[in-house]
């Protein structure tokens, strides 16, 4: 499978901002697609993730009931909507494809390239 993400931005804290994740070649319904962020000068750090099958998502801390991820199957898209956006969201946002519901970046297969979010205070 391929990725492509989209959808990032310059906006404001308290924004909302929803990035796109495009994938092509075969999608095997156990395969779980993620997203991941990293700030500069930063490690890449979990964001949330869903099940391509059921799913079934989980989420960092720092993001619960803010972020929300969400597949169309129909589209081979995957969602991340972002609400109430802080300055500390402000990363390149990477989405990834897997095999296991794991939040450890070195887990992931395949990564597409990311987009810049930019949340100004």
């Known amino acids: 499978v391929q990725l492509q993400a989209s959808g990032g931005g310059l906006v404001q804290a308290g924004d909302s901002l929803r990035l796109s994740c495009a994938l092509s070649?075969?999608?095997?319904?156990?395969?779980?697609l993620g997203w991941f962020r990293q700030a500069p000068g930063k490690n890449r750090d979990f964001v949330a993730l869903?099940?391509?099958?059921?799913?079934?998502?989980s989420y960092a801390d720092s993001v619960k009931g803010r972020f929300t991820i969400s597949r169309n199957k129909g589209e081979n898209t995957v969602y991340l909507q972002m609400n109430s956006l802080l300055p500390e969201d402000t990363a390149v946002y990477y989405c990834?494809?897997?095999?296991?519901?794991?939040?450890?970046?070195?887990?992931?297969?395949?990564w597409g390239h990311g987009t810049l979010v930019t949340v100004s205070s």
């Open positions: 990834a494809s897997g095999r296991y519901r794991s939040s450890a970046s070195e887990d992931w297969d395949t």
């Open positions: 070649g075969r999608i095997y319904s156990s395969a779980v």
């Open positions: 869903i099940s391509w099958g059921a799913g079934h998502t």
